[in-house]
């Protein structure tokens, strides 16, 4: 399976930049666009996050309507143009989303919910998303299976088919509450659990870092990645922006070139292609 590979960004206006490789697959938040009065046209491929790591780990529970993210995700659709998918409302499952306190230096406000009631409500969610919708063909919003150890997204599976809804039918299909572990062997085990179910399942991994990729990225039909941006925040300017007068930039962590050139390291190790 050849992996394609969605280079995550915070630089919404990137979507339409003359500079960018029109084999380059994006992954841009809603959160970021959201703040636009006026959208930019993309020239490439791309998918939308939904923003739900930041929804939850501020406030716990999500501030923004389905109705409201329907109305913004139709709203890229028609005004941006090129996008291939966009992320759920999901629940993620990771201890501290759940519990709350202090991971990395940044606070999270907890949900103080169950695994089993973020996986029911991450299913109703996907659900009320694509009634809104209305259109099945059209219906740009993916599954995405949530949880925490194996068992967890193998039940998770199970309750979508509960619902009536048959994973296979989806040309992707998300792995949740993998990003912040990735150097953990269990990662590529769970998927190698649902592979065992349908060893065509298009699964994608969200934010999936370099190690992630080395240890599991053959079994994963698609990722996404802003790893190059919190390396670029801790490394000096590439020399090509320390030599340029026109770089105002302290460091490379929203700089394209940086980005492309992480982007090509990516390729190279993977053999990924946009889409």
Not at 75 to 88: F, H, Q, S, T, V
């Amino acid at each position: 399976m050849t992996l394609s590979f969605y280079l995550g960004t915070h630089e919404t206006s990137w979507l339409a930049a003359e500079s960018l490789p029109r084999d380059a697959s994006l992954f841009v938040s809603h959160r970021r666009l959201a703040k636009r009065k006026t959208l930019p046209t993309s020239r490439v491929h791309w998918a939308l996050d939904s923003g739900g790591f930041s929804e939850l780990q501020l406030y716990g529970e999500w501030r923004t309507t389905p109705r409201e993210y329907v109305a913004a995700v139709r709203r890229y659709d028609e005004e941006i143009g090129n996008l291939g998918w966009a992320a759920p409302q999901d629940w993620m499952c990771e201890p501290v989303i759940i519990d709350g306190g202090q991971a990395g230096g940044i606070r999270f406000a907890g949900t103080r919910l169950s695994i089993a009631e973020h996986q029911r409500r991450t299913i109703d969610n996907f659900v009320e998303l694509s009634t809104l919708w209305g259109d099945d063909d059209t219906n740009p919003f993916m599954p995405v299976l949530q949880g925490f150890q194996r068992d967890d997204y193998l039940r998770c599976w199970e309750l979508y088919n509960t619902a009536g809804i048959d994973l296979t039918g989806y040309p992707v299909v998300g792995l949740g509450s993998v990003c912040r572990r990735q150097a953990e062997d269990e990662i590529g085990d769970i998927v190698r659990a649902l592979l065992a179910i349908d060893p065509e399942l298009p699964v994608h991994g969200f934010g999936v870092k370099l190690r992630g990729l080395e240890k599991y990225g053959q079994l994963l039909a698609s990722a996404d990645s802003m790893a190059w941006s919190f390396d670029a925040r801790r490394t000096s300017l590439l020399s090509e922006c320390a030599a340029d007068p026109k770089v105002r930039h302290k460091n490379c962590a929203n700089c394209m070139r940086y980005a492309l050139r992480w982007r090509h390291s990516v390729v190279e190790l993977l053999g990924t292609v946009a889409r």
